[in-house]
């Protein structure tokens, strides 16, 4: 499948799409994250639990900078559906409020959606919450949009290409 097409992508096509982007980056494919639901209203993913993310041994607790990143990527991720087409929007800058700490041994789950799309600008919140546990962090994010001319040629298609048969 390649973008636009004439039916728009649905939530199982944008799922695809946003695991490929996820899988992409190095830190999060090393860090196993799942990407759980996706679409114009918003993305879902969850963060299982690795050692490497702990902060605080003595006291079991998650390091913040994974909250970040965890939040980051998110936003990131659910500007992407929430545009007319995909085109490249970097971080312009992100505002993570702590409610508590993250614990250690259980996994983070983080949504966020689009607020607003403006022609430069895209704007995002999100949160992160451990079941059972409640939130743990939100974020306001806004993505700067570089356009159709600074996003690579092929970018919506790679998103959206067929896996590969391993027949």
């Known amino acids: ?30 860090l196993g ?3 759980l639901a996706a679409g114009p209203e918003g993305v879902r993913m969850r963060l299982p639990w690795h050692t490497d993310l702990t902060g605080d041994a003595v006291r079991g607790l998650v390091h913040g900078g994974v909250l970040t990143m965890l939040l980051d990527t998110a936003c990131g991720s659910a500007v992407l559906p929430a545009l007319p ?37 895209v ?16 974020a306001v994010g806004n993505f700067v949009r570089l356009g159709p001319r600074n996003t690579p040629p092929g970018f919506a298609a790679a998103l959206f290409a067929e896996e590969a048969s391993h027949a």
Do not use: K, N
């Not at 636009?4 to 494919?29: E, G, K, M, N």
């Not at 704007?123 to 939100?138: C, K, S, Y």
């Open 85 to 121: 087409a995909p085109e490249v929007c970097p971080t312009l800058d992100l505002r993570v409020d702590h409610y508590r700490p993250a614990l250690a041994g259980e996994p983070l789950e983080v949504e966020a959606w689009t607020r607003r799309v403006t022609a430069s600008i």
């Open 33 to 35: 994250l799942e990407v």
């Open 1 to 30: 499948m390649t973008f636009p097409t004439d039916a728009s992508p649905d939530a199982a096509d944008w799922r695809r799409a946003l695991t490929r982007f996820v899988t992409v980056i190095p830190h999060t494919r090393e």
């Open 123 to 138: 704007f995002t919140e999100g949160r992160v919450w451990q079941a059972g546990h409640g939130d743990v962090a939100r």
